[in-house]
């Protein structure tokens, strides 16, 4: 079967529904990650590099805190589909 071009948009906005649908607020990194297709690293560090999301470490911690909000995200995807 041959997938056209609207097949293949209409399955990935309906993935981008059901992202949305189970994280209305906010979505987690490993979400994000399986959704994009991506490993976590490569997710931290496109929002540790301002791409969506934000990141941000407290005094004396080594580690980082992660936060995407579900509309940031989507916005920034949805301009990158339209982009192409």
Not at 8 to 34: H, Y
Not at 53 to 64: D, E, I
Not at 65 to 82: E, M
Request: proline residues 4%; charged residues 20%; neutral net charge.
């Amino acid at each position: 079967m041959k997938l056209t071009i609207s097949d293949f948009l209409t399955k990935d906005n309906d993935r981008l529904e059901q992202l949305i649908e189970a994280n209305p607020v906010s979505i987690p990194v490993s979400s994000a990650a399986e959704f994009l297709g991506a490993d976590v690293a490569s997710v931290r560090a496109a929002v540790e590099n301002d791409c969506f999301g934000l990141s941000w470490r407290k005094a004396g911690s080594a580690r980082h805190a992660y936060l995407i909000p579900t509309g940031q995200f989507v916005r920034w995807y949805l301009s990158c589909k339209t982009a192409i």
